[in-house]
């Protein structure tokens, strides 16, 4: 039906240069379209729009979000951290601030659920991620100081904080994931 239309489109205006129907999802379809543009979306994180289109194109996520470590804190066992005190610690623990939280796309479903990374390794988040402090459990960590850098989101899939597992964890899509990072990062 696609192809019809643009021979019709040709004929009745022939100085329109571009046709796309596509989005990231329709490039599998690239060869059997009458088109010569497409919008990729999604595709430009290098996120599948589904699974059965990762497998037919090749894309590899570019997305990396960074921090730094924006204050350290000793915690007590039975503290509670964060707005609302809604993580109370079951430990004596050391706390990471990082200066990003929901206003910059640091998703608040993340709370007690989800991870950044420091030093290549996985950092909990501990407590409400409020609109621009989170805080993360670093105890298991040497040797951190202000300034560490912190890989808030990875472009590694493998991750427990790449945007398709922040997604999971959050029973959303990577789209609306993606839509909460500030246009200013």
Known sequence: RWNKLVETIRVHFPDLAFFHLSATGGHRFDKNISANMSRAGIGLYGIS???ALSEQIDLKPVLSVYSVVGGIK?????ETIGYEGLYTATQDMVIATIPMGYYEGVEKRLLNTGVVRIHDTDCPIVG??????TTVNISHLKDITLNTPVLIISDNPEHKNSIE???????TSPYEILVHIREHL
Not at 128 to 133: A, F, H, L, Q
């Open 49 to 51: 729009p589904n699974k």
């Open 74 to 78: 000793n915690v007590r066992q039975g």
């Open 128 to 133: 409400r991620v409020s609109m621009n402090i």
């Open 165 to 171: 597992n922040i997604a999971k964890i959050c029973s």
